[in-house]
């Protein structure tokens, strides 16, 4: 395919993703957004009230970063994992392939559309964290890329998964069982400084702790983890991503079944 026939694939698939975004809103970006409400009234206000200040800040300030990018983080993947598998079923994938459009191509689209289902939800909840605390950015230029490597990340991960399913259900196993605790154990609601040394070694095995720790430097300046390491950790676990991603669609996995 020439660079103007691969052009136009992906810009028909960027917009298909992003129309059926907007299409959906009431599904794709209000239920995450009260979601993240509730979080703020309970941990934020109630909990918060209590908890006092961490490294100088109000605690529902200091979750914020957390909450914001959990959001981009699981709705990213959502987006992805279920808009390719669906992709997949109803026989969509192989009719690009037959196209013929590049596996690259292809993966980029659906990457795409979960980088702006993220962004959507992500600047709904900082709206809504408006009403709680007041924002402030410190490194507005860490903020914007640590959200894109966690959005593109989140949604290569996404990918492999509606790679590997077979049906409906085994798009909500990992987000349910992995990702979930993944988000919930990474530093979102508390610094790993509070940890004992045991468990903030467990702690550092998480990927998710390095994105979220980037975040909250962009937002406060403050970051339990070197921003240098937490950047290259996050360059590892993308190119790992987009190998693996690039050669299930070169084998056809899970597609020419």
């Given at each position: 395919?020439?660079?103007?026939?691969?052009?136009?694939?992906?810009?028909?698939?960027?917009?298909?993703?992003?129309?059926?975004?907007?299409?959906?809103?009431?599904?794709?970006?209000?239920?995450?957004?009260?979601?993240?409400?509730?979080?703020?009234?309970?941990?934020?206000?109630?909990?918060?009230?209590?908890?006092?200040?961490?490294?100088?800040v109000?605690?529902?300030?200091?979750?914020?970063?957390?909450?914001?990018?959990?959001?981009?983080?699981?709705?990213?993947?959502?987006?992805?994992?279920?808009?390719?598998?669906?992709?997949k079923?109803?026989?969509?994938?192989?009719?690009?392939?037959?196209?013929?459009?590049?596996?690259?191509?292809?993966?980029?689209?659906?990457?795409?559309?979960?980088?702006?289902?993220?962004?959507?939800?992500?600047?709904?909840?900082?709206?809504?964290?408006?009403?709680?605390t007041?924002?402030?950015i410190?490194?507005?230029?860490?903020l914007?890329?640590?959200?894109l490597?966690?959005?593109?990340?989140?949604s290569?991960?996404?990918?492999?998964?509606?790679?590997?399913?077979?049906?409906?259900?085994?798009?909500?196993?990992?987000?349910t069982f992995?990702?979930?605790?993944?988000?919930y154990?990474?530093?979102?609601?508390?610094?790993?400084?509070?940890?004992?040394?045991?468990?903030?070694?467990?702690?550092?095995?998480?990927?998710?702790?390095?994105?979220?720790?980037?975040?909250?430097?962009?937002?406060?300046?403050?970051?339990?983890?070197?921003?240098?390491?937490?950047?290259?950790?996050?360059?590892?676990?993308?190119?790992?991503?987009?190998?693996?991603?690039?050669?299930?669609?070169?084998?056809?996995?899970?597609?020419?079944?």
């Amino acid at each position: 395919m020439s660079i103007e026939g691969a052009l136009i694939a992906l810009w028909t698939i960027v917009r298909k993703e992003t129309l059926r975004i907007l299409r959906i809103w009431v599904q794709t970006v209000v239920p995450p957004g009260i979601t993240m409400a509730l979080y703020f009234v309970i941990f934020g206000k109630l909990i918060g009230s209590r908890v006092g200040e961490i490294h100088g800040v109000s605690y529902v300030t200091f979750i914020t970063p957390g909450l914001v990018l959990m959001a981009i983080i699981t709705n990213a993947y959502a987006n992805v994992s279920s808009s390719f598998f669906s992709a997949k079923f109803q026989k969509n994938v192989e009719e690009m392939i037959v196209a013929p459009t590049p596996p690259a191509v292809i993966l980029a689209g659906f990457v795409f559309g979960g980088v702006v289902r993220g962004a959507m939800v992500g600047a709904v909840v900082m709206t809504i964290a408006l009403f709680f605390t007041t924002l402030s950015i410190a490194h507005a230029g860490v903020l914007f890329m640590t959200g894109l490597f966690a959005a593109v990340i989140f949604s290569l991960a996404g990918f492999a998964n509606a790679c590997f399913a077979r049906k409906f259900d085994d798009i909500s196993i990992i987000p349910t069982f992995v990702l979930t605790p993944l988000t919930y154990l990474g530093g979102v609601f508390y610094s790993t400084e509070m940890l004992p040394p045991f468990w903030r070694a467990l702690s550092e095995l998480n990927p998710i702790l390095y994105l979220i720790n980037a975040f909250r430097y962009g937002f406060i300046g403050y970051t339990d983890i070197p921003l240098g390491f937490a950047f290259a950790m996050a360059g590892v676990f993308l190119v790992a991503l987009v190998w693996l991603n690039l050669y299930l669609m070169r084998r056809g996995y899970g597609i020419r079944n």
